[in-house]
């Protein structure tokens, strides 16, 4: 775990957040004054209709599209007041953040236990233990025996399962992902919206999840509907 991390404090807390893109006749409020706080161990699906800002929160929130307004916390840590960063980003991402994404985006020349190595070694951990996690994860994740295959020998299921051990690998606080089922069928989408549910429970990770479907929605423990820039959330 991060020598930082502060287990009793919220995954992430978004204070007042607003986005505006352009200015004048051209202004576009993209999010609008919203707040919302989720807790380590918990499951969040994000929904609504394409435009209505989801995509900007989430890049909000994984330090990547800084708010014109409003703060964010990350694991009790404060990072961004409005544009202004209070700490290295890039860094802080590394060390806090997961992120799993709509195609699993594995680097082609790596083998699957190369693309979750790699993640920890550019976080400066000792190769041995960036080795010895990696294997841990495939196992965890049920794809230990593919370990030393290339990404295009692997179904989308088993690439989406290494992307996902791949965001595991620095023990994050919140783990961010978009879309992550898109591109699979019924049963595996199924399989890794559960995943994501085991990974915020028993390892006290706050995730967030954008979907479109709605097949899975039982495995959140909360939804947030985002709607013409405005949030709100509902219990399941």
Same mark, same amino acid.
């Given at each position: 775990?991060?020598?930082?991390?502060?287990?009793?404090?919220?995954?992430?807390?978004?204070?007042?957040?607003?986005?505006?893109?352009?200015?004048?006749?051209?202004?576009?409020?993209?999010?609008?004054?919203?707040?919302?706080?989720?807790?380590?161990?918990?499951?969040?699906?994000?929904?609504?209709?394409?435009? %209505?800002?989801?995509?900007?929160?989430?890049?909000?929130?994984?330090?990547?599209?800084?708010?014109?307004?409003? =703060?964010?916390?990350?694991?009790?840590?404060?990072?961004?007041?409005?544009?202004?960063?209070?700490?290295?980003?890039? %860094?802080?991402?590394?060390?806090?953040? *997961?992120?799993?994404?709509?195609?699993?985006?594995?680097?082609?020349?790596?083998?699957?236990?190369?693309?979750?190595?790699?993640?920890?070694?550019?976080?400066?951990?000792?190769?041995?233990?960036?080795?010895?996690?990696?294997?841990?994860?495939?196992? =965890?994740?049920?794809?230990?025996?593919?370990?030393?295959?290339?990404?295009?020998?692997?179904?989308?299921?088993?690439?989406?399962?290494?992307?996902?051990?791949?965001?595991?690998?620095?023990?994050?606080?919140?783990?961010?992902?978009?879309?992550?089922?898109?591109?699979?069928?019924?049963?595996?989408?199924?399989?890794?919206?559960?995943?994501?549910?085991?990974?915020?429970?028993? =390892?006290?990770? *706050?995730?967030?999840?954008?979907?479109?479907?709605?097949?899975?929605?039982?495995?959140?423990?909360?939804?947030?509907?985002?709607?013409?820039?405005?949030?709100?959330?509902?219990?399941?």
């Amino acid at each position: 775990m991060n020598a930082s991390s502060d287990n009793s404090a919220p995954a992430v807390e978004v204070s007042h957040l607003r986005k505006v893109y352009g200015s004048g006749h051209t202004e576009v409020v993209a999010i609008q004054d919203a707040s919302l706080r989720i807790e380590r161990g918990e499951i969040v699906g994000m929904l609504g209709p394409s435009g %209505s800002g989801k995509s900007t929160l989430l890049t909000a929130i994984a330090l990547i599209n800084p708010p014109t307004s409003g =703060q964010i916390t990350i694991d009790g840590t404060p990072v961004l007041d409005g544009p202004r960063a209070l700490v290295d980003l890039r %860094s802080f991402r590394r060390q806090h953040l *997961g992120f799993v994404f709509q195609k699993a985006n594995l680097i082609p020349f790596l083998t699957a236990l190369e693309n979750v190595r790699i993640a920890m070694e550019i976080n400066d951990v000792p190769p041995h233990q960036a080795r010895a996690r990696a294997v841990e994860l495939l196992e =965890q994740l049920g794809v230990g025996q593919r370990a030393n295959n290339l990404p295009d020998a692997l179904s989308g299921g088993e690439q989406q399962r290494v992307a996902v051990a791949r965001a595991l690998a620095n023990h994050p606080s919140l783990i961010l992902a978009d879309e992550p089922t898109a591109a699979l069928d019924k049963e595996r989408g199924r399989q890794v919206m559960e995943l994501f549910a085991q990974i915020a429970h028993k =390892q006290n990770a *706050g995730v967030i999840v954008v979907t479109h479907d709605h097949r899975t929605l039982d495995v959140f423990d909360r939804t947030l509907d985002v709607e013409d820039g405005v949030i709100r959330l509902k219990k399941n």
